[in-house]
């Protein structure tokens, strides 16, 4: 009996997605279980499976088109294994690499990169669940350093290039002769994701009365608490002491003091939030996410820096769950790691506050009467001006200010 591929419902906020890649082409015989298709949504790529074991006998929708929950995707004929054709699939010698992904346990960013870097992923060693392998590993065997997976890898490295003669200079009129050359234009199409945080971005903008408010902070009470405990910190919880877990835990003692930054507006109502779910934004290749610490107010410094560096992995690698996206209460950005000093942050709808941190970076500022230099950083506060005054505003970053500079106040707030 045939059996419908389709799309499945993945959480209530998606309700679209577009065929990324068919991992199987008509007439492949597949089994229960097995990928076949790859799609995109504006928050998670995943995989949709076979169903039932048969014939990949229908593709309805080509890879790039868009697709809604519960359409279908393709048809699987059953029991027609016997019936597929050997000469519907290429010798074994003329075989992409990329088809032992479909005996491989890997991430669809694992698969893309094995394609990009000509890995063979059947001979990589995942370090993801279960086996699984990810982005990172595929990268790691590219370069040689994670099993032998590449042709580039195995051969043996070319002979040093001749050393080459120095020209001599060009007469004045050469040089500054314009060089002609081919003007090149390239169209791609958006990514889900992409489209979908273009929409966003200008919706915040169209239905926001955004603000942004600006101070900077000391950040040598920080860096030093840093430097005397970052060595225990690391033998102790794995991972090294940032300055996220600072920020995360001063802007709840903020939200604590000014709870309107942590409302959102439905209607002609507040929807004040008594818990602290604190969005971190993540910076991938596919794009910016923003998941979610859950319950932030209950966690140690350990907690938070762990989930951080997990987050970012798995961004990377397109391994975050819907489950680590959804909510969100008030969020933090932290455009210093690319190396900005000023920035206003946009809203993430339907939160009414995001803090902004920006780079580091050595100061004159006045202590005691002479002028010093300390590592100081520009904080923005970003907010929805309809139900955020201007005063609590500023008072909300002077008081994330005031705990980030005294860290000893964070375990009093």
């Known amino acids: 009996m045939p059996a419908n591929i389709v799309v499945p419902e993945v959480g209530e906020s998606i309700v679209d997605a577009r065929v990324a890649k068919w991992l199987r082409k008509e007439g492949d015989a597949v089994s229960a279980g097995d990928p076949l298709v790859e799609l995109e949504t504006d928050k998670i790529d995943l995989e949709v499976s076979a169903p039932q074991a048969g014939v990949l006998k229908r593709i309805d929708r080509k890879d790039g088109e868009d697709v809604k929950v519960g359409e279908v995707l393709g048809v699987i004929e059953e029991g027609a294994a016997a019936a597929a054709s050997p000469a519907s699939s290429p010798p074994p010698d003329s075989q992409p690499k990329a088809a032992s992904a479909e005996k491989t346990r ?18 990589v060693r995942g370090s993801g669940d279960a086996g699984r392998v990810m982005k990172r590993d595929v990268e790691q065997a590219a370069t040689g350093g994670n099993g032998r997976g590449t042709q580039a890898a195995e051969a043996e490295k070319p002979a040093a290039p001749e050393p080459v003669k120095a020209r001599p200079a060009p007469p004045v009129a050469e040089m500054t002769r314009p060089v002609s050359g081919d003007r090149t234009e390239e169209r791609v199409r958006m990514s889900k994701r992409r489209a979908t945080i273009a929409k966003r971005l200008v919706e915040a903008q169209s239905t926001a009365a955004m603000l942004t408010t600006f101070n900077e902070v000391d950040m040598s009470a920080v860096m030093a608490l840093r430097e005397r405990h970052k060595q ?47 969005g971190v934004a993540v910076g991938a290749s596919e794009g910016l996410v923003v998941p ?122």
């Open 106 to 123: 890997s991430t669809p960013a694992a698969r893309r990169a094995a394609e990009e870097h000509d890995v063979d992923l059947s001979r």
């Open 292 to 413: 979610v610490l859950r319950d932030a107010d209950r966690m140690s410094f350990a907690q938070i820096e762990q989930h951080i560096r997990e987050f970012a992995k798995r961004a990377e690698d397109g391994t975050l769950s819907l489950a680590d996206l959804k909510g969100g209460t008030f969020t933090i950005t932290n455009g210093g790691v690319f190396g900005s000093l000023l920035s206003t942050p946009i809203l993430n709808p339907p939160q009414v506050g995001i803090l902004g941190l920006h780079a580091i970076q050595q100061r004159p500022i006045g202590v005691s009467g002479q002028i010093v230099l300390h590592p100081m950083m520009y904080v923005a506060l970003t907010y929805d001006h309809r139900i955020v005054d201007g005063a609590e505003a500023v008072q909300f970053l002077v008081r994330v200010k005031q705990l980030v500079e005294d860290p000893g106040a964070l375990l009093l707030d």
């Open 232 to 278: 225990s910190f690391k033998e102790r919880h794995g991972v090294g002491l940032g300055i996220a877990s600072f920020f995360v835990k001063a802007s709840i003692g903020a939200l604590r003091a000014f709870p309107r930054l942590n409302a959102e507006i439905q209607g002609d109502e507040m929807i004040l939030k008594h818990y602290y779910d604190i």
